[in-house]
Every structure is written in structure tokens, then in C-alpha cells.
């Protein structure tokens, strides 16, 4: 069983950055897949980025360079990195992870929130 916690989420102005982490229980958290998700209000949960134990990273086009995904092994951390928020990035940001080579995520954190405003 892992555990996930989300952290970092906030009221950030448009064009501004925030830095979300995702602290991860367990000794096996250097073999997960790591990925990062985000639900709107009103609107579907839909996949943000994710990051392989091979340090392989892949986004969502809405995020591509602005968004980057680390991963920090040795303190079970995963980090999502925001830079040039717009106020549609405005969702709950959950953390979640699953097995290599898996595509349906297994674990999943509680979420946090990011507010963009104008």
C-alpha cells in the first residue's frame, strides 16, 4: 500500500509559478511511475504529466513547456514545477501512481488546490 500527500497548491496570479509536491510512503517508490492529474470544476479529471522510474517524462500538450515533472528518490518526493500559470490551469492537482509498464494508476493522493486569478 503506498500512501500519497499532495502539497504546495495555492492562490497564484496569472503568469506566476507554483511548485506542487507529492511526498510518497513505502520503500518501493524508486520502481513507480509517477503522474500528475487535475480536475476543474465541472470538468473531468484529465491526465497533467508524469515521470517513469527511468527518469522518462511526458506532458499533456496544455502544459508542454511550461510544466516540468521531477522526481527526488531519495526522499520519495515527485515535484511538478508551474511556470506561466494561466487561469485555466485553475483545478484540484492530484498525485498518483502505478506500477512500470501499468497504465491504470493504482494510488492516488487527496489533492490539492491551485487558484489562478487575473
Known amino acids: 500500500q503506498v500512501q500519497l500527500v499532495e502539497s504546495g497548491g495555492g492562490l497564484v496570479q496569472a503568469g506566476g509559478s507554483l511548485r506542487l509536491s507529492c511526498a510518497a510512503s513505502?520503500?518501493?517508490?524508486?520502481?513507480?511511475?509517477m503522474g500528475w492529474f487535475r480536475q476543474a470544476p465541472g470538468k473531468e479529471r484529465e491526465f497533467v504529466a508524469r515521470i517513469s522510474w527511468t527518469l522518462g517524462t511526458y506532458y499533456a500538450e496544455s502544459v508542454k513547456g511550461r510544466f516540468s515533472v521531477s522526481r527526488d528518490n531519495a526522499k520519495n518526493t515527485v515535484y511538478l514545477q508551474m511556470n506561466s500559470l494561466k487561469l485555466e490551469d485553475t483545478a484540484v492537482y492530484y498525485c498518483a501512481a502505478t506500477y512500470s509498464g501499468r497504465n491504470e494508476y493504482v494510488y492516488w493522493g487527496q489533492g490539492t488546490q491551485v487558484t489562478v486569478s487575473s
Open positions: 513505502g520503500r518501493a517508490f524508486s520502481t513507480y511511475t
